[in-house]
């Protein structure tokens, strides 16, 4: 059944992934806003849903720690390993607004994060709260005033739809996403323990990415028909919204406290997403100015197998 498993969870995953980027597609056109807005807004809100499902359910059951893991986990997958399948496949011409808007946005999350949960441990209600707010700015900024920030190589080729078919998709592709990201880890995962693979080793690489998967189908997708500005925006926006709405939302709920069997990610685990998220701004900038190529994305996996090696080992 494993097998069967996974067979449907990549088929929902490819429908799920093509009906989100109609959707994105369709009310970016609909309400004149550029692509990579709805990638970091609609989009990622959508991809993101399982970090915030599966995290504020950790929450109430007491696990804090595991929303956090789930939180830093993703954020480094998200980069290191899906945004750099992505651009192996195709490479992302970016202009000025990636790094003057997008990037520091990530990387402003990321380094709140790091001061609220690395001296105490705990991100507080009212921590979760100050983060939960500073997404709310972000957003009206980014309706507001964000300009297309990666070159559109087919824009005759969009398709504008009705209002209801937005919604539609929107639905439809955000629940296959889920659905398919979910039997997809639950057939690996038996499959991985049926042949004798560890916990440890599951735990790292198949529950860890598992999570990620929404994105890599969304962003996969999107890259393979041309929609890049959505596909780059997906993953900055996932990173942004896994750490404003997904761990302030459940900080709110309850403080997230790191417990000292996983004190690992506020000793290591938090210092490599930081770094890989810093990296990718150099990346955009070398060997070839304002694009993300292979070489780049060669890099980024390397960077992952070695995160991975070192929390096995």
């Given amino acids: 059944m494993s097998i069967v498993y996974i067979i449907i969870g990549l088929i929902l995953l490819v429908f799920g992934g093509n009906w989100l980027l109609k959707a994105a597609v369709g009310l970016s ?61 195709s490479p992302i011409d970016v202009q000025k607004s990636f790094y003057k808007t997008d990037w520091p946005v990530m990387m402003i999350a990321s380094i709140m994060l790091y001061f609220f949960i690395v001296d105490d441990k705990t991100i507080q209600t009212y921590e979760g709260m100050i983060l939960f707010v500073t997404l709310i700015a972000f957003l009206i900024y980014l309706l507001r005033f964000q300009k297309q920030a990666v070159v ?55 529950v860890s990415v598992g999570t990620s998967i929404p994105e890599l189908a969304a962003s996969v997708i999107a890259v393979l028909k041309k929609e890049k500005a959505i596909s780059l925006g997906n993953l900055i926006g996932s990173n942004v919204f896994n750490i404003l709405a997904v761990l302030g939302i459940t900080a709110m709920i309850t403080p997230i406290e790191v417990k000292a069997d996983a004190l690992s990610l506020i000793q290591k685990d938090i210092y490599w997403m930081l770094a890989i998220s810093f990296a990718v701004l150099p990346l955009v900038f070398i060997p070839k100015g304002l694009r993300l190529g292979w070489r780049d994305g060669v890099l980024l996996l390397i960077a992952y197998a070695v995160f991975v090696y070192f929390t096995i080992s």
């Avoid at 893991?69 to 480094?76: D, P, R």
């Avoid at 296959?176 to 560890?198: C, D, H, P, R, Y």
Wanted: avoid cysteine; glycine fraction near 12%; proline fraction near 3%.
């Fill in 29 to 89: 056109l609909k309400l004149n806003i550029p692509k990579i807005v709805i990638g970091m807004t609609v989009v990622s809100f959508a991809t993101s849903a399982p970090e915030l499902i599966v995290s504020v359910k950790s929450a109430l059951d007491g696990a804090t720690g595991l929303a956090l893991g789930n939180v830093i986990g993703s954020n480094i997958a998200n980069l290191a390993l899906v945004l750099a399948i992505t651009i192996i496949l």
């Fill in 152 to 206: 559109d190589e087919m824009p005759e080729d969009d398709e504008e739809l009705p209002l209801y078919k937005i919604v539609l998709f929107l639905a439809i592709g955000g629940l296959g996403l889920w659905g398919g990201s979910e039997l997809l880890i639950n057939g690996s995962v038996t499959l991985a323990k049926s042949l004798g693979v560890s916990d440890a080793v599951i735990g790292v690489t198949v």
